[in-house]
């Protein structure tokens, strides 16, 4: 028999050892709310799956269908990078820049303190973050659409990646910056990177390394809902 996405929610939380007070308590919502969706007689929320694919390193793919592995990556390898990076902050203040009124994200990162932001955002027990963007484009689609928020913790060093989640590049195109957020995977191709994204109607994309001239990981995305 089939398995639903449903059952496939319980399956992560029977694979991570979390009980029902603990899942429901990372998704926002009662313990009897979970157990509804575990036996399949209310749906899970696009709010609630981008919460496992982002928080818990779900596989939005194996959530939707069953293909594929249940986790982006080695679940030893996701907890042993999240007690290592993800500790939360009681408060802070992120920076929101506007990249239509800056030279982009190379000389932002290099010296912040020279870009002015249009505002700052205050959410409570995030991880630390160095600023926020928005978002341009449908690449990333249903998880996240253009104009919602990213925030993001800027990177260094390529020894740091976490394969399988999602980050924030300014990739040089034939001199010109262009600015995404994908999925980072391993590449089959020596000195590249696969840059994959939500949308199933964008291809998956390998990319020299050499040509990335800004990364970030994405910290936490905030959805910008239009009310007409």
Known sequence: MAVNKGERVKLIRKDLEMTGEELAAVLGIGKSALSMIETGKSAL???NKNILVQELNVNPDWLDTGRGEMFNCP??????FTRRTDNTIPHQSVPLYNME???GLV??????????????IHI????????AIYVVGDSMYPLLKSGDIVLYKQMNDWSNIFWGDMYLLSIDLEGEEYITVKYIQKSERPGCIKLVSQNPHHADKDIEIERIRALAFVKASIRM???R
């Open 75 to 80: 679940k030893e390898e996701w907890q042993k």
């Open 225 to 227: 809902n239009s009310i």
């Open 124 to 131: 409570p027990n995030l991880p630390k973050c160095d600023g």
């Open 101 to 103: 009124g800056t030279a």
């Open 107 to 120: 000389p932002l990162f290099l010296d912040p303190t020279k870009v002015q932001p249009v505002d700052y």
């Open 45 to 47: 929320s696009e709010r």
